[in-house]
């Protein structure tokens, strides 16, 4: 059994800064990389940012400078760190986590539920 709960979405105004946390838990042999992904209403989940077990990151080159992937080995969890916020951000955002269970398994994804942030004035 795996886990992932996500925290940190909310109301923000334009060029605000808000901070988003996945904390993965359950049967976890070891984590591989760990993404953010968000959905507007109306359009296509989308990889946001993305941070492998070795620290490299990507982005989407609409919030480069501006968002900033990170993450805890010790305490699995992976962050996303948004600033200059602006409306078009405004999305579901989901983390997802490949997880080896035991060392001999496959790496299988892991979703979060997602968590509502709306850029607003």
């Known amino acids: 059994q795996v886990q992932l709960v996500e925290s940190g979405g909310g109301l923000v105004q334009p060029g605000g800064s808000l901070r988003l946390s996945c904390a993965a838990s359950?049967?976890?042999?070891?984590?591989?990389?760990m993404d953010w992904y968000r959905q507007a209403p109306g359009k296509q989940r989308e990889l946001v940012a993305a941070?492998?077990?070795?620290?490299?990151?990507n982005y989407q080159d609409s919030v480069k400078g501006r968002f900033t992937i990170s993450r805890d080995n010790a305490k699995n969890t992976v962050y996303l760190q948004m600033n200059s916020l602006k409306p078009e951000d405004t999305a579901v955002y989901y983390c997802?986590?490949?997880?080896?269970?035991?060392?001999?398994?496959?790496?299988?994804?892991?979703w979060g539920q997602g968590t509502q942030l709306t850029v607003s004035s």
């Open positions: 997802k986590v490949g997880v080896q269970i035991a060392s001999r398994s496959s790496v299988y994804d892991y």
């Open positions: 359950g049967s976890i042999f070891r984590i591989y990389a």
């Open positions: 941070i492998t077990s070795g620290g490299t990151t």
